[in-house]
């Protein structure tokens, strides 16, 4: 399976046989898979790995049935969970919680009811809750990329940060990002969100030329930014950027550095296709006696132009 | 007296933005700052006759990102027949105004002949275009073809005499709004509309039909946002436009407009568009404020635009 190769070491899998236990009877199973709407790059390729794996997993286990809904609001998601609940019956749930306090509590209530949990990505803001947490890495993230940076530019230099969304999971990454580069004579000269968006990296980049008469690289954190950060290095005509390094893993970018684009050289992979895991380790859990309870981490892993082609998968929209 | 509050509240934006770093000025910020001024700033125009006229589009911004994925879709399917040139280009820009007339129109036609609060019609349609640009898109981003975006780009970022097509066009539409609006009768029955809907009625103003024009106007200028847009990084996905209803709307009424009708100002609009993205671009250039409240500044300078014009009127 191409999503394997994705994974790192870190793979904590504690072994508690509850999965096994639910494997017992004969009857269908139902697992409810439930994630956020594809509102933007990263959360579009995740609903297409998650359509894709239930798919070729409801063919794969026959005594399987799915029943997958996306919520494009945290509210949403919180009916959606009951709704799986009270009319599917359900076995299993798989979740990639849109906010972790709103969901803590319906979650809470279905590992009650004795249904097994997954969560994925995001966190609960209750521990102990899942059976399963398959879980990005967000801080290995900003290592990953802060030691690139510092592979990259062992003479040190300036450089300016783009950041995402004013969240936990940016947070850690740009805590982890600078971490990795202490000591190391790179300066980050300015910070500022883009959001994860395309429009607004582009005017923050603008902004940072106009302000700064030397940029040596940037972190633009996140794939869709570094689109933006290209196109105002691009129309500004500057060429004291050496290059950018962006995230997540989009397969233009992955196109890029296969190409040996000199701007693009890299890429670290945040992988959308973890939803596949984590729906995949849960299928096992409900119909065999493997032990698949634990913490799951999916470390953050770099792409250069030498293994660029395993990270391309050409039909996702990310 | 009333038309000073946004205009001090401007000149005091570019004092401290010049005083706060010296790029400030230089023709690239300033270009830079009016070219991103361009997609707002010729939607609030547009939007400026829709308030004037008692009326409200809360479906701008997703208008905006349907109509770029509609244009990326059908100039991507047109280029094995077309090939790169200009009449892909001219079939891209007639899909857009087309496409934004058809919408605007759906909406006018709603509010105005079945009588649907404008406030509902359009937060209804606000969540059915930024649904479709996201099954559009699959998920993802629509992108243009790359070597049609390289012959489309001069659009956003080419220019006459130095000054970029955006600019233009959005000095244009404003020329043409600010005698529509002040000049010809099409203002003056859109402010009669606003301030007293029964007493136009009276006074021989198709109310209907002059409210359907103000939509199908809006529908067009998006349109023509959406023309200057999709050049600049050829992509279109479910978070553009995100939020560009109320960044009109804000400066439509920061502009000096009254937001619940009767009395509408274009190039007050302007100057609320330039505040707005003024902000923005003095909070990048300085380091004073954590960017977390770069949301917190806006809202207060939002504000005390709108107390500045108050006052003055009360004085005046």
Known sequence: MSYMKTLMAGCTVLALGAGGALAQDGETKVIGVSIPAATHGWAGGMNFHAQQTVERLEEVYPGLDFVLATASDPGKQVNDIEDMVATRNIDALVVLPFESDPLTPPVQAVAESGAWVTVVDRGLSVEGIEDLYVAGDNPGFGRVSGEYMVSQMPEGGKIVVLR???TTIDNERVEGFQSAIEGSGIEIIDMEHGNWNRD????????????????????????DMAVG??????AAGRDDVDFVLGGAGMKEMIQRVMDGDEMIPADVTYPPSMIATAIELTAVGLTSNAPVSGTFTIGSVLITAENAEQFYYPDSPF | MSVLGPVIALVVLILVGTALNSNFLSAANITNVLARSAFIGIIAVGMTFVITAGGLDLSVGSMAAFIAGLMILVMNAALPVLGVGIPIILLGMVVALVAGIAAGL???FLITTLGIEAFIVTLGSMGIYRSLVTWLADGG????DFGLRTFYRPVYFGGIFGVSWPIIVFALTVIVGEVLMSRARFGRHCAAIGSNENVAHYSNVNVNRTRLLTYAMLGMLVGVATIMYVPRLGSASASTGVLWELEAIAAVIIGGTILKGGFGRVWGTVIGVLILSMIDNILNLTDLVSPYLNGAIQGVIIILAVILQREAKAKG
């Open chain 1, 164 to 166: 995402g969304i004013p």
């Open chain 1, 200 to 223: 607004d990296s582009f005017n923050v980049m603008q902004d940072f030329l106009s302000k700064h008469e030397q940029i040596d690289a940037v972190w633009a954190s996140d794939d």
């Open chain 1, 229 to 234: 950060v290209l196109a105002a290095i691009d």
């Open chain 2, 106 to 108: 759906l909406n006018g």
């Open chain 2, 141 to 144: 981003t629509l992108s243009l």
